[in-house]
């Protein structure tokens, strides 16, 4: 029998009452949000409890959201999936925007060590507790964190690539 | 000497001198990469070395890091093709047909029966050119360079094909959304024909060669295993999954492109050591071909190759000069005014080397949000410093090549 949406809902809320919330099924995946402190213990329940069985991390990865509030300014998303019953949830997590931590996963998933060090050379999240935090694409001397949104693509000082030339402006395009 | 070669704050140098405190013999540092024929890519390994043993090893990546997710984030969608060819460039048709599905996925496009059986032929095509490359290559870097001549020219035919389908070889940018940008050509599937012809004959051969060649056998049997659990933990997945025994295959667990109308096996390993990795690419290129004849017999009759979505599909450049809607349509699409809904999707393929995903979150606008690319490779690559302790310097170069790291998925 597959696993459905309402029974991993229930267990969690069972267990940390509010801090998971806003479960909704998104196309095809099932997602929710939990809170930030909470994080390990939430996705080493998912994984170790023997009927949601998140035994695999898919994928991690940071958001930058600029124009929230500043204590939801980043989020950082975890994508679980249980093999036995093919059953993929996304977990989605807001962290402040000036002080961005979160707890590592490093001792949960073996996988995570690197999808970390990547999420914090593009962001500049501090992965409290991770072994070996330090940029992974990006050369060691870099100061700022890239992906970013106010981090330009391009030199702002061009003047061959005005796209006022183009009809478009900042909203547009 | 090797205060010349390190920095004093390197956890390697603390163990050098503990090292030498025990017994007096000097733990050796070897620099392996970033460039070097033997490692196949940008790839730095410092090693610290017993002798011929190594015992740990550090590696460095970045050196091709072009920053795709970046510049997706200013692109519009069909412009980010390109960027999903220079990911694992040994099969760039898996990645394109990866991102145009996901853009499917997204707004809710429907594509036809034979568009879909044609980008299953050419995914399959994609992985056995993946996987002819790197089980070929895992045979040179153990001596045996005949193996690779023998195979290697049917790479040379597949890209044949697929410049009849889209007119490039390596970084193919092939299809569109909702199918692909003009049908095959009788010429393609003349190709296909002859390419299904004279390949297997080769493959078998090569397979003769190697299966059971008592040196093949020393240099790969129990070099860099890796448990079930242990892989799975390092977020493996893909034939190097297979090979540790767990018959995990996207294009079976979810399946895309009318995956599910095909018969095929899904091989498994044992040990996951290199041998088990080379012998289950080696009969996923088998289960490859049997998809492909599958796809051909079962093909749809007509000459449909792309859904009718004209608010996404470029219309044919004559009806562009001649007719005004069709005009209209080629404008807004190529100013990025069609209409995206706000979503958040994870959508993932099997790829050459694992589950290739890609999670996108669009606002509306003409770009996505945030494009990020799940790599495989970048993945289960953090494994191997473990799989290495213990081996043989010779044998680190076995083990890189028969997990078939490919740089540019790697950092993308």
Redesign the interface.
């Known amino acids: 029998m597959a696993l459905e949406n309402t029974a991993i809902q229930e267990k969690l809320v069972a267990t940390f009452a509010e801090d998971v919330f806003n479960f909704q099924q998104e196309r095809d995946i099932f997602s929710f949000e939990i809170n930030a402190h909470k994080n390990t213990a939430i996705i080493l329940f998912l994984k170790n409890d023997p009927d949601l069985r998140f035994h695999f991390l898919t994928d991690l990865c940071g958001i930058h959201y600029p124009e929230n509030p500043v204590e939801k300014q980043f989020a950082v998303v975890y994508l679980l999936h249980n093999w036995y019953e093919n059953k993929r949830i996304k977990i989605k997590t807001f962290i402040n925007g000036e002080n961005p931590e979160i707890k590592t996963l490093s001792n949960i998933f073996l996988s995570s060590n690197w999808m970390e060090r990547e999420t914090y050379d593009f962001y500049g999240f501090n992965f409290i507790g991770h072994p070996q935090l330090k940029r992974i694409l990006n050369m060691d001397e870099m100061t700022s964190f890239p992906m970013r949104k106010e981090f330009p693509l391009e030199d702002g000082g061009r003047t061959d690539k005005d796209d006022r030339f183009f009809g478009r402006t900042i909203d547009n395009c | 000497m090797s205060e010349l070669l390190l920095p004093p704050e390197h956890r390697y140098a603390k163990i050098i001198k503990e090292q030498l405190n025990e017994d007096g013999n000097e733990l050796s540092i070897l620099n392996l990469g970033p460039t070097h024929p033997a490692t196949h890519g940008i790839f730095q390994n410092i090693l610290l070395m017993d002798g011929e043993r190594i015992l740990d090893a550090e590696p460095t990546?970045?050196y091709i890091?072009r920053?795709f997710?970046?510049?997706a984030?200013?692109r519009p969608f069909y412009q980010i093709t390109p960027l999903t060819d220079r990911m694992n460039y040994c099969s760039s048709p898996i990645n394109n047909m990866g991102w145009w599905m996901t853009l499917e996925?997204l707004l809710g496009v429907e594509v036809p029966k034979r568009a879909q059986y044609l980008r299953v032929i050419v995914m399959e095509l994609a992985r056995i050119t993946d996987h002819l490359i790197c089980n070929s290559i895992l045979g040179v870097d153990t001596g045996a360079y005949t193996g690779f001549l023998y195979v290697f020219q049917f790479r040379e035919k597949v890209y044949e094909i697929y410049e009849e389908i889209c007119g490039a070889r390596l970084t193919t940018n092939m299809g569109r959304i909702g199918g692909f940008e003009r049908d095959w050509t009788p010429k393609a599937f003349e190709l296909l024909d002859t390419f299904l012809e004279e390949f297997p004959p080769a493959w078998k051969e090569f397979e003769n060669l190697f299966e059971r060649n008592r040196i093949f056998i020393d240099r790969t049997v129990n070099v860099g295993p890796i448990t079930a659990e242990?892989a799975?933990?390092?977020?493996f997945t893909g034939p190097n999954l297979r090979a540790a025994g767990?018959d995990?295959d996207v294009r079976v667990?979810?399946p895309y492109s009318s995956y599910e109308d095909f018969d095929f096996k899904i091989p498994v390993g044992k040990s996951g050591d290199t041998y088990d990795r080379f012998c289950v690419r080696n009969a996923e290129v088998w289960e490859s071909l049997s998809i492909i004849r599958q796809a051909l017999d079962k093909m749809p009759e007509g000459n449909e190759y792309h859904a009718e979505v004209p608010d996404y599909y470029l219309p044919p450049k004559e009806d562009v000069y001649n007719n005004m809607e069709s005009l209209i349509y080629h404008f807004k699409i190529v100013m990025g005014e069609v209409p995206v809904p706000v979503?958040?999707?994870?959508h993932?393929v099997e790829g050459g080397n694992g589950?290739l995903?890609f999670?996108l979150?669009t606002d509306g606008?003409?770009?996505p949000y945030?494009l990020?690319f799940?790599r495989p490779c970048?993945?289960?690559?953090?494994?191997y410093p473990e799989m290495t302790k213990g081996a043989l310097l010779s044998d680190a170069i076995v083990i890189l090549s028969s997990l078939n790291v490919i740089a540019g998925e790697l950092?993308?």
């Open positions: 990546i970045g890091h920053a997710e970046k510049i984030e200013n996925k242990k799975m933990s390092y977020g767990v995990y667990a979810q979503a958040e999707i994870y993932p589950e995903g999670y979150i606008s003409r770009t945030r990020h799940r970048f993945i289960y690559y953090q494994a950092d993308a």
